[in-house]
């Protein structure tokens, strides 16, 4: 992979304005299908159908201004191409106060999203320079003693599976459902 120094914020604002328009970007890691479909069955049957706005997903990014569309859209592409796909496992429910998520334990695409941190210098929120606890949410903003019986009824009977990541995703948020603005799959 090409690695960059890391540049200042204001290197990637003189870029043309792109399709995002001015809303922030979003990345996400690909579920491969299986792993997609029972994550998604599970939101459908958790998370209040209000809010259920997106499809289950991998956060790597939660807030990435517009201005750096076309440079992170050739770094994803670029990232996408040079890595293979890295090995994941749902080990296990994480438990928060209003809701539920699947942990998902995968040191290679951690290795790889600090690799993008580390490029993305300068443009990462606040909430985006730590290390993610990696996860697909299930359930959001329910009672307390809701998430805790989902939570109690997962642990009872969670299968731990193995799988790897498709590839790379980028979305725009305009406040509501994400419009997916591209996608590129693994291939190292």
């Known amino acids: 992979m090409v690695r960059h120094s890391p540049r200042p914020r204001g290197d990637v604002a003189t870029a043309a304005p792109l399709p995002a328009g001015g809303a922030p970007l979003i990345v996400t890691a690909v579920l491969p299908g299986d792993v997609q479909a029972f994550a998604d069955k599970l939101r459908r049957q958790h998370y ?5 706005q997106v499809p289950a997903h991998v956060t790597l990014f939660h807030s990435l201004p517009p ?5 992170l859209r050739e770094l994803l ?9 890295p090995q994941a496992r749902l080990s296990g429910v994480l438990r928060f106060a209003g809701g539920t998520a699947l ?7 951690l290795s790889l999203r600090q690799d993008l941190a580390e490029r993305l210098y300068g443009l990462l929120s606040a909430q985006d320079l730590g290390v993610p606890k990696l996860h697909i949410t299930i359930q959001n903003k329910v009672a307390s ?6 939570q109690g009824e997962l642990e009872s009977e969670f299968p731990t599976r ?6 790379l995703a980028l979305h725009a948020w305009r406040g509501g459902p994400w419009d997916h ?8």
């Open 181 to 188: 603005l591209k996608s590129w799959s693994f291939r190292g």
């Open 162 to 167: 193995d799988f790897a990541f498709a590839g």
């Open 48 to 52: 209040p159908p209000e809010r259920n």
């Open 67 to 71: 201005s750096s569309e076309g440079e």
């Open 103 to 109: 942990e998902v334990m995968s040191p290679q695409l």
């Open 145 to 150: 003693a809701e998430a805790r019986a989902l």
């Open 77 to 85: 592409k670029d990232s996408a191409r040079c890595n293979r796909p």
